[in-house]
């Protein structure tokens, strides 16, 4: 306990001392986010110096071994190291990173020496973007059902076939592919998981607008593309224990989705939109509807926390698909009622549109698990009805 | 049988399915889109709209029109919503044709109803000055001087204004500094001095004007419907206007629901087509349920303004409350249903959910008229 | 046309006549009203007198032959008597009639000539009250999987089985039974409509008390109860066909539901219990609730009558399933928007409670086929998903 | 750890659904409903209860209770929902207890405490006048007269007021004719001439009470919480109450879940489980989800009792608001998914959606509740 709160003040002194004050203020702008990989840069010299010095330290993912390039800290330290970040309102070094979030933890998890060796140091140094090759055209909600094919050629693979919805394969340099490697036997029984770098030859990428106009996801089309055997993680064929292990990870992160800081709460902005009668708001139907979410929201933030205290305390827990299910539908009522608030003004459809992000939040409880698979998980996995 | 078409609207309706699948649809909208449009509708559509008689389908026979019925043009205002056709045809030959009918002098009839059944002229209605639609909030003013007036102010959100060569606009009348009288609508001229319209592309790729008046000068004729009436008469036409978006977003629920009808046949999941999901399959009864109320409702609002009574503007805000939901759950449910695909600008079924969401906010949305049905059933 | 006319008037004349004043007034109380059978009895004088004159004029069942009792008016003349009854208000001289409304329009229909002659006239008369029997403890959603079996003995069947949910089996005659005559081949396949006397030997009757305190419903238990063979509805084994039928016609009873004559609005109603501020509700939340609750019905009212109509023109419509669904749902909302209007008022468990019919409209979706069947079948015959 | 159970309360928690799993439930419920028990509540379980210290568990250790907090009581309360146990618990100890303990003075806690938590002393709260919840509404008049008060009026709906010993009762002081002050609180014993008890038996087979107080005579020292100090204690235990409730509602949306997830396990119809549909499953996922959301908010809610700031009434309100929602939703989707056995009275499941629409309307239903969210976070 005295460690514990030894380690407290040593690390608030690291952080007064390498968190510059520009990297304690909220992110307007996602151009100010630094995600890593090949074609990146820094936004400025205070992220630079801050994202080198919380590498150095190996904080960037805490609880990995040192050897890997890890923080080497308990789960406790980890714990305590958050508070302090939060405490600063530090920012993230590295933003949405499907290596330290994803394919890290099933590395080190299920992966060989060798594949930790050599991707891990990598993911922490921000030096490779990874991104995932999951679904597929004539798969999507029936995940195992995919058809890209790796056909075994001795010491390497052979891949052929289509990824879809893709999140930002465009600026990724390696992904982590669900492949056919057994083309008889059972749909769930011939899958593996493999790693390549996107600028092998054969691989294609192309942006897939949205509705909403913007490209976060692509396609990925693999046309005789060469892996190497050694970028097998775990046993061959046995690729769909991973895949289960990361889709759990994906729901939990994407439930999350309500969770991000604003300036405003919705209440704010009707109240400056719409204006005040005797101290309420003057549409009193949308004032009940937003106060209705307002509970909700509330109640889904407690559940996260609550969940995820449950979780450490008793290592229980099957609850990602109801926080996604809930936390994506949260989203999209708090989209529509943004949409009522604003009225003609939401209506534009200039760059900086309120359409915009409504549109795009449809899109929530479709991609990483549609809403009605994550009912189906619940349905099957907690309430065991079948 | 007021809860039928008759032959005449029946024949109209055919019709207009029968033109509109053909001729216009997804493909003709992104096309305009991508192109930039700036008119914001085909004018190779538009003129065979002309040919087929639409802009005069409520102008009376007496005006060179045709003299149908509300219910035969809510035929295809609900077909425009099922093929997203674009088109002057509810700025100018429902709402213009109807202002002028409804509370024009015979002087203003005679100019204007002729040339707007030939789909030569073109009319807008200015009447929200504020983000949500409020019409009884006026602050644009015409000072009266004399017989004359000068008019200034802002109008937001004018449908189709950067295209048509007059504006119904709706003002308070002030004389010095002192306002005498209610609200008044004027006719003015595009042309005018003073006006300033500003295109603004929605998120439904059609266009809606931001106009300013700038000491625009009106002379006593330019007044619609008598001086202080404007609200009685806005009233009128908003009811019109609220029925016909109200058959527009019916032709959208309808035309949303046999897509992503079809798509649930089509799509196969873990070996078989996703309608066999009775998950999905309750869903889309409840949907089909809710779209069959729509039909009876609007039906009965559109009967209701060819037969204008106490009832009338009940029933079209009842109508316009009651699709607004049902086109928010049909488009909403057409994306998720569809997937991944419906996500996406490649796919159609997006340009449904984009135009339901303005044609829910036009002139008031579904709380809007909720509220409206309450205050005009007494709580 | 000159003749419809002229029915009209002498319709008009003859009601003016025959229709007594105080059987042209709401129904106040339920025990108001005849609904025939060996153990009813008239309320008034009034009543006899007008049951008495309808049934002389075979004005109970208007379209259905003058041989048998009816009316053998066209289907415009019945309109046209709609209408007449209608303006003056009058009550229906039976209500309720199981016999009128589902299994007479059946053995008009399907039945011999003998059923006819044999029950028909009676069920216009007023003497004999009719019950059905379908739904069995382990088939209620799912009524072809009945077990109710009936034994061949040559000229008779022996029954023997147990019905529930049979409406006002307590209070009827005879009952239009669902019972398996062949065991071993499909489902579907086995089932024949008979009926018998409900005072046959071996016919117990028990009420089932529901949540709302009251007993619309019964079980009825069939122990070796003797039916005889000409009391066969259609073809043997053919039962199902007759079954469908029926169905459609009780579901198009139950979608009308929410349609019962009432002194209040929903508004009014709140209005005069909460009253008003600034001319509105002073509950928002409520006020939004009842318009919603009140567009929505008038659209369900408009349906019912547009359906009707098209029905009429073309021949066409498979809606009575929506109807009913729709409708049921409606009740259900109604009674639970009343009981918020009424808040602790409505709590008492007296008599008149206004819990009671909030109690009893929970059970709307459930008899006469849940909305849950209902929602099966428009997908699966309207839809034609599947 | 504010969102997990300490030991003490899972103590408490584990102890009360042992005790009231085996001891309460619906058949001891169905008993005093046909016995027409005028209590309301068994009083061999009442004793047992004491027994176990339940009326002693918010009371200080200094009064002679065991001083847990609020979230080990809404253990007790949350069981009590799910096994429809009936006590004087929630009047008495739960409410009572707070008013004393928040507003009392040594004396009043002196006098009282120690005999509610021994069980032998029955307080209730006397607030509402009106059907619907209005705390604010207070027409009842204690009228001064030196250092006396003489109180008249009548009160709605008070829970267990007719087995109570003291009501906690809120009225205005009038002086003469004019009004001073505003609310204020007192300490009335039942047993007071002028005072009329009558019981008005439930949906739920409970019992609530209309009292009428005729010119009852009180002394200055039967006001709690000091004069004109009325709305804000009251606030305050009102906060206190509806949490409860809040605990109470969600123990009664897991039990009935639970029975009707079992029942789907069951009941075969077409060969299968009914709960192999998907749409039953579909909404039973939902349903789930929506019951772990109101564990999540009542815990907080509870916490927040303990530990009271700015936060607890917003907390408070949207806890009733959520739990009101989701056990609406809970109980009638039992009956619904329990078909046609879910409508008789033979079956237990219609007990659940009896109570819980008397425990979502005690008090504030979830539009009330919602609305006061709004106005506390001021919108």
């Known amino acids: 306990m005295q460690d514990l709160n030894d380690f407290r003040l040593e690390t608030r002194d690291w952080l007064e001392n390498y968190c510059p004050q520009s990297m304690r203020t909220p992110v307007v702008d996602e151009i100010e986010k630094?995600?890593?990989?090949?074609r990146s840069s820094y936004f400025s010299e205070d992220q630079r110096a801050w994202v080198e010095s919380m590498i150095s330290k190996g904080w960037i993912a805490p609880t990995w071994p040192r050897e890997y390039g890890g923080g080497g800290l308990t789960k406790e330290q980890e714990q305590v190291l958050k508070e302090e970040l939060s405490a600063i309102k530090a920012r993230s070094p590295i933003f949405s990173s499907m290596g330290l979030s994803m394919i890290g933890p099933a590395i080190l998890e299920f992966g060989s020496e060798e594949l930790k060796r050599q991707h891990l140091p990598k993911m922490i140094r921000g030096e490779i973007r990874w991104c995932q090759g999951y679904s597929e055209p004539n798969s999507g909600s029936d995940l195992a059902g995919l058809q890209t094919r790796a056909e075994d050629f001795g010491d390497h693979f052979v891949l052929n076939g289509q990824k879809v919805w893709t999140s930002s394969a465009d600026k990724s340099d390696w992904m982590f592919c669900l492949v056919r490697t057994d083309f008889d036997s059972g749909k769930h029984s011939g899958i593996s998981l493999v790693l390549f770098d996107m600028e092998s030859a054969g691989v294609t990428v192309r942006p897939i607008k949205l509705i909403s106009g913007a490209s976060p996801f692509c396609e990925t089309y693999l046309d005789n593309v060469k892996v190497e055997k050694n970028q097998l993680v775990g046993e061959i064929n046995k690729g769909w224990t991973i895949a289960k292990y990361l889709l759990t990870h994906e729901r939990q992160n994407i439930g999350d989705i309500g969770n991000v800081t604003r300036s405003h709460t919705l209440s704010e902005e009707a109240v400056e939109s719409i204006g005040l009668h005797e101290g309420r708001l003057s549409d009193s139907g949308l004032r009940t509807e937003i106060a209705e979410w307002q509970i909700d929201y509330e109640c889904h933030q407690l559940t996260m926390e609550r969940v995820n205290l449950e979780i450490e305390s008793f290592g229980v827990g099957n609850t990602?698909?109801?926080?996604?299910?809930?936390?994506?539908?949260?989203n999209k009522r708090r989209h529509e009622l943004e949409m009522s608030i604003h009225g003609g003004a939401a209506l534009g459809w200039g760059e900086d549109s309120i359409a915009r992000p409504w549109l795009r939040s449809k899109g929530n409880s479709i991609e990483g698990g549609t809403s009605e698979i994550q009912l189906n998980i619940i349905s099957k996995r907690i309430l065991a009805l079948g | 049988m007021e809860l039928l078409l008759n032959q005449e609207e029946s024949m109209v309706k055919d019709s207009a399915k029968e033109f509109l699948s053909t001729h216009a649809g997804p493909s003709l909208h992104r096309k305009l889109r991508d192109n930039n449009c700036s008119r914001g509708y085909s004018d190779a559509l538009w003129s065979q709209m002309v040919d087929l008689g639409w802009p005069a389908v409520l102008v009376p026979e007496d005006y060179g029109g045709l003299g149908f019925s509300h219910v035969a043009m809510g035929q295809i205002s609900e077909q425009a919503g099922s093929y997203l056709a674009s088109s002057p045809l509810f700025a100018s030959s429902v709402l213009g044709v109807s202002a002028i009918e409804l509370s024009?002098?015979?002087?203003?009839?005679?100019e204007l109803l002729p040339s707007i059944a030939a789909g030569e002229l073109f009319l807008a209605l200015a009447v929200d000055e504020t983000p949500r639609h409020n019409p009884e909030f006026v602050d644009c003013k015409a000072k009266k001087s004399g017989s004359e007036y000068s008019l200034s102010g802002e109008k937001l959100y004018v449908v189709d204004g950067h295209i048509s060569d007059k504006l119904i606009v709706s003002a308070k009348i002030s004389n010095n500094q002192e306002d005498i009288g209610s609200t008044t609508l004027f006719i003015v001229p595009t042309a005018s001095k003073g006006i300033e319209i500003t295109r603004v592309?929605?998120?439904?790729?059609r266009n809606s004007s931001t106009i300013i008046f700038e000491n625009v000068h009106l002379s006593e004729r330019q007044i619609l419907g008598g001086v202080g009436n404007g609200s009685n008469v806005l009233s009128a036409i908003l009811d019109i206007a609220n029925t016909h978006l109200a058959a527009e977003l019916l032709g959208i629920s309808i035309e949303s629901f046999r897509r992503t009808l079809r798509y649930l046949k089509e799509r196969k999941q873990f070996g078989v087509n996703i309608g066999s999901f009775q998950a999905l399959q309750h869903r889309a009864a409840t949907l089909w349920s809710e779209i069959e109320l729509c039909k009876s409702i609007v039906l009965k609002a559109l009967r209701s303004l060819d037969n204008p009574n106490l009832s009338t503007p009940r029933l079209a805000s009842s109508a316009k409350a009651k699709t607004c939901k049902v086109a928010a759950l049909a488009t909403n449910e057409a994306v998720q249903m569809h997937g991944g695909i419906g996500m996406t600008d490649e796919f159609d079924i997006g340009f449904?959910?984009?135009?339901?969401?303005?044609?829910q906010l036009l002139f008031g949305d579904q709380r809007y008229h909720t509220n409206r049905v309450s205050e005009l059933s007494g709580f």
Chains 1, 3 share one sequence.
């Open chain 1, 34 to 38: 630094y995600c890593g990989g090949r």
């Open chain 1, 320 to 330: 990602s698909a109801m926080l996604k299910y809930y936390g994506t539908e949260l």
């Open chain 2, 104 to 110: 024009g002098t015979q002087q203003q009839k005679e």
């Open chain 2, 201 to 205: 592309p929605m998120v439904d790729s």
């Open chain 2, 352 to 359: 449904f959910l984009k135009r339901a969401r303005v044609a």
